[in-house]
Nanobody, 127 residues
Framework: QVQLVESGGSVVQAGGSLRLSCAAS????????MGWFRQAPGKEREFVAV????????SYADSLKGRFTISRDNVKNTLYLQMNSLKPEDTAVYYC????????????????????WGQGTQVTVSS
């Protein structure tokens, strides 16, 4: 298991930006694909973005392409999510997660394929 701690959540006005961070410890961070998910009140947890273990490949939820950017620093063992042009509908708890299996080529968008989760960080976008 890898231990994950998210930070950077805040209250921001619509149109603003935030950068979330996810600090990892435990198993080798640089060997695992990493993802961001979010969960709004009363809704299921949904996929946001995923990045390969090397950082060379990414995938995004279609509705978020162009506004959100996932990245990682394997020296600092940290995952990031840059969120721009935020909208009230982006309000949610944001979670980082590690995809099961080291050095996996396939980038999953399914919650069931991620076996380590952080506690989440709240993002609130006011209109």
């Amino acid at each position: 298991q890898v231990q994950l701690v998210e930070s950077g959540g805040s209250v921001v006005q619509a149109g603003g930006s935030l950068r979330l961070s996810c600090a990892a410890s435990g198993r080798t961070f640089s060997s695992y694909n990493m993802g961001w998910f979010r969960q709004a009140p009363g809704k299921e947890r949904e996929f946001v973005a995923v990045i390969s273990w090397s950082g060379g490949r990414t995938s995004y939820a279609d509705s978020l392409k162009g506004r959100f950017t996932i990245s990682r620093d394997n020296v600092k063992n940290t995952l990031y999510l840059q969120m721009n042009s935020l909208k009230p509908e982006d309000t949610a708890v944001y979670y980082c997660a590690a995809q099961r299996g080291p050095l996996t080529y396939w980038l999953s968008e399914e919650k069931a394929d991620f076996d380590s989760w952080g506690q989440g960080t709240q993002v609130t976008v006011s209109s």
